[in-house]
């Protein structure tokens, strides 16, 4: 009999998260940005702000903001980027259209004790710290950035994916906090994005298999229509292997450790079964005592013996084909990138020479 993989069965011997220590009264924590991707790099970013307090608030910049501060638009627009943050399940709230440099005002406007920001610097248009009236008043917070991951990072890896002609000459830099360093799973990464529920006799587990490469707005829309059918969400991840047998050499862009915390930083998600089985097995079914089994509309390729990875199902009658409405795939988030591969391009090139820029004034 198979054992299935779930980041429970890697948690079984790890000692149990501290619950947070709450004030008698509520402690509420700002953090703002534009959340490009909305990446699991950010996911835990939130996840150490909301270990600050009790309520977290989330403001996000405009489409026009980025632009002014950048020069270079977001690829995911303002709306996505906002459906994205309010499913990280460490969020409480979402802010929209808040200014890129904040100040007391807007800290006092949402009632927020103090901003938490990472370790890498933020500058305004001016190249000036975004951060510092709040610093100077005390009310600044930091966290540790998530190494091996950023929005730098993801475009540099569509980029070289990219068959485009329009190949920008900009010379290769990294800088520290936003080059190419490759993510380092551990157990104890996938234990601070779980959860603590599991499933009672009352719940009706659903199970939902994918490749969920970069994780977007379209696996935000599907898995709350997936949870709708149910009251426990197990997310089933192909490992690698499986998801390059079905779109190519190319993919996925991000690795199985990466998916794993993607799904789980999700709240509509309450469990991950790592590597899941291609072909649905009555076993699994019986093992996670899955009600339903639901997939999107998207064509499924047969597995390599020539068998419909949800046969069992199926001939169980618990299969449910689901439609999110939402158009959105990882197919279109590469697409931007390369359609734009000369302006995404120069935008790492100068984001990166601008950390390095700063690091060094700071350093003298």
């Not at 969400?233 to 993607?262: A, F, Q």
């Not at 076993?283 to 419909?308: A, C, E, I, W």
């Not at 939402?326 to 302006?343: G, L, P, Q, T, V």
Request: charged share 30%.
């Amino acid at each position: 009999r198979s054992r299935h993989l779930s980041h429970r069965t890697i948690m079984a011997d790890l000692e149990e998260c501290p619950p947070l220590k709450k004030n008698k009264q509520q402690t509420r924590v700002w953090v703002d940005g534009v959340f490009d991707f909305a990446h699991f790099g950010h996911a835990n970013m939130l996840r150490q702000a909301k270990a600050f307090g009790d309520y977290l608030i989330v403001g996000i910049h405009s489409d026009a903001e980025v632009m002014h501060v950048k020069g270079c638009p977001p690829v995911l627009n303002e709306q996505e980027r906002y459906k994205m943050i309010r499913a990280i399940k460490w969020v409480d709230e979402v802010a929209e259209d808040v200014p890129y440099s904040l100040s007391l005002e807007t800290l006092d406007k949402y009632n927020c004790d103090f901003v938490v920001h990472g370790e890498d610097i933020a500058v305004d248009a001016n190249g000036r710290d975004a951060y510092e009236e709040v610093k100077k008043a005390g009310r600044y917070r930091e966290c540790k950035r998530t190494h091996g991951v950023s929005t730098t990072n993801l475009i540099h890896r569509i980029l070289k994916i990219s068959n485009s002609n329009d190949v920008s000459e900009e010379p290769i830099i990294f800088s520290p906090y936003t080059g190419m360093v490759d993510f380092l799973a551990s157990t104890r990464k996938i234990k601070q994005f779980c959860g603590d529920r599991e499933p009672t006799e009352n719940d009706l587990v659903v199970y939902c298999p994918g490749y969920f490469d970069l994780f977007h707005v379209g696996h935000v829309d599907f898995l709350e229509k997936a949870r709708s059918f149910g009251t426990y969400l197990i997310v089933g991840l192909y490992d690698d292997d499986v998801v390059m047998y079905c779109k190519g050499e190319s993919r996925p862009l991000m690795t199985l450790h990466e998916r794993v915390l993607s799904c789980l930083g999700c709240k509509y998600v309450d469990e991950v079964v790592i590597a899941a089985p291609y072909c649905i097995s009555e076993d699994l079914l019986k093992h996670f005592k899955v009600k339903v089994v639901v997939h999107g509309k998207t064509d499924v390729k047969p597995s390599r013996d020539g068998k419909d990875p949800f046969q069992v199902p199926k001939k169980l009658k618990v299969y449910q084909a689901i439609d999110s409405s939402n158009s959105m795939s990882s197919s279109e988030y590469i697409k931007r990138i390369c359609d734009n591969h000369a302006i995404y391009s120069r935008r790492n090139s100068v984001k990166e020479a601008k950390e390095i820029k700063n690091l060094k004034v700071l350093a003298q």
